[in-house]
């Protein structure tokens, strides 16, 4: 089936301190639709249009048809390094006018920053006043409100349901028994997701797969007990 492309976007809002980012455009590329939720909450919330793709590849095809005013890319992405994407983005011409990344490893935070962010956003995505600052800081003076503004303090909570979808998507790789590669992937992404549902055990399981991974020890045991957890999540959702 063909592409659809995007429907065009609408004439540019004027920002006001309640509603900052006001015509502004947001491209999320992040597989993790727990993460992407909170990223839709923040815009509704600053009145930035939202528009999200789950790859690099999505990306591209995005970019193809639009130019978004801010580009929040995560650093994992199942087709590749985000990294890639800020760094030919940061030299394109014209740029992009905020480019973020995003990441729960603060070693690939770090990385971005050098490879021409303008700003990062450590995982869990929650803080509405820390996203809309990340962006106003990289604008120019005509694209911010004109009167002062409060920073709000409250945080998201995404749709639980959302959480769910990224469980599910992570138990499938893992019941696939794919290479290691997939393995590194998976361990990655469930530790974004861990952090941004303040998941410990699942933080800990993830982190530990890692580990053993990086030092070439046994895979199994530890894929089965994170293969477990995934389980006892998904099947206690679905009791309630």
Known sequence: MPEVPDPPLPPLATPTPERPLCGLTVLVVDDSRFACEAVRLMCLRSGARLRRADSLAA???HLRVYRPSVLLVDLGLPDGNG?????????????????????????????ARAGGADAVLAKPLESIGAFQQAILAHLP????????????????????????EDLGRAREVLAKGEDEAALDYVACFLAGVAKGAHDRALLRAAERLSRRREAGEPL????????????????????V
Do not use: H, N
Request: hydrophobic share 45%; charged share 30%; proline share 13%.
């Open 220 to 239: 199994v045991p530890e894929v089965a007990r994170l293969a477990g957890l995934l389980q006892q999540r998904l099947q206690g959702r679905a009791a």
């Open 59 to 61: 990306a591209e095809r």
């Open 141 to 164: 003076p005509e694209r911010r409100p004109r009167a002062p503004r409060p920073l709000p303090s409250e945080a998201v909570a995404p749709d639980p349901m959302a959480l769910m």
């Open 83 to 111: 990294l890639r994407l800020i760094e030919r983005l940061d030299a394109a011409e014209p740029r992009i006018p905020v480019i973020l990344a995003t990441s729960g490893d603060e070693a690939a935070l770090a990385e």
